[in-house]
Structures are given as structure tokens and as C-alpha cells.
């Protein structure tokens, strides 16, 4: 019971971060193009998504390490997952995926809040929150693929 409330609030969850990263990113790159000034409110959205994303994380990381009947547990069952791609991609690819995309992200966060003009902090935060999502885009289970979950799924 308790796999699958954390399963479906992990599910739902990715949207708000798919949804605010977007957000975010097309405020930066407007930004950024016409010159804008960094706004509290761009702050807040960044401190947002980066919240977000953490929980998003820890959900995914308690699924893995304690709920999951997906994800190895020991060096055999790394053996086992490597010939099978949905064991490979929920024990191996997906976290491989999000855990970098969560430290692109911090380190765009940290380094765009240090920058001292608006034109470099939208920059730095364009450049690393693209490449966050674009890591999260390929470890998101998209249903069309071997192994792909519901774009929503239900409690």
C-alpha cells in the first residue's frame, strides 16, 4: 500500500517539475534575450523548481532504496536488471538520469544567484536548467517505450 501512494505521488509530482522547470526556462530566456532584470519573482520560481525537484528526488530515491520491487538490491540483481530493460531502466537508467539532472540543477541555482548582473544569472540559469531537463526528459518512463508507465497514474 504504501509503494503505491509514494509510486503515484512520485508520478504526479514529475508534472509540477516538468511544468515549473518550462516555466521557469522560458522566463529565463525571455530574460536573458531582452535583458530583463532578475526579479524576485525569477527567484522564487528557481527556488521553487529546485524544491520541488528535491522532494521529487526523495520520493524517487525511498522508492528505490526501500519500496521498489523494481530495483536491485545487491551485485546479483544488478546482473539480473542489465539483461532486462525494464530492470535495467528502474534500477539503473532512471536514477543514472535524475540524480545528475538534480545537481545540474543546484550548481545552475547556486551559480546564477553568485553572478552579480541580471544578463548572467538568467544565462547561467538557461543553460544549466536546459540541460536538468533534458537529462529528466530521458529518464521520464514515456509510455510509448518498452518501459513505459502512465503519464498520470492514479491512487
Do not use: C
Request: hydrophobic letters at 50%; charged letters at 15%; zero cysteines.
Amino acid at each position: 500500500m504504501l509503494y503505491q501512494v509514494v509510486l503515484s505521488l512520485h508520478s504526479w509530482l514529475r508534472w509540477g517539475v516538468v511544468l515549473l522547470g518550462a516555466l521557469s526556462l522560458g522566463r529565463a530566456v525571455h530574460g536573458w534575450a531582452r535583458g530583463r532584470d532578475w526579479t524576485q519573482a525569477d527567484r522564487r520560481i528557481q527556488q521553487l523548481f529546485v524544491a520541488l525537484f528535491d522532494s521529487q528526488v526523495l520520493l524517487g530515491l525511498t522508492l528505490y532504496f526501500a519500496l521498489s520491487p523494481l530495483t536491485p538490491r545487491h551485485l546479483d540483481g544488478f546482473r539480473v536488471a542489465m539483461s532486462n530493460s525494464v530492470l535495467r531502466f528502474y534500477g539503473i537508467e532512471h536514477v543514472t538520469a535524475m540524480v545528475p539532472a538534480l545537481i545540474i540543477a543546484h550548481w545552475a541555482s547556486i551559480s546564477s544567484r553568485r553572478a552579480q548582473d541580471s544578463t548572467t544569472k538568467h544565462r547561467r540559469w538557461v543553460v544549466g536548467l536546459l540541460i536538468a531537463l533534458l537529462f529528466i526528459a530521458v529518464g521520464i518512463p514515456w509510455p510509448a517505450l518498452p518501459y513505459g508507465r502512465p503519464l498520470v497514474r492514479g491512487f
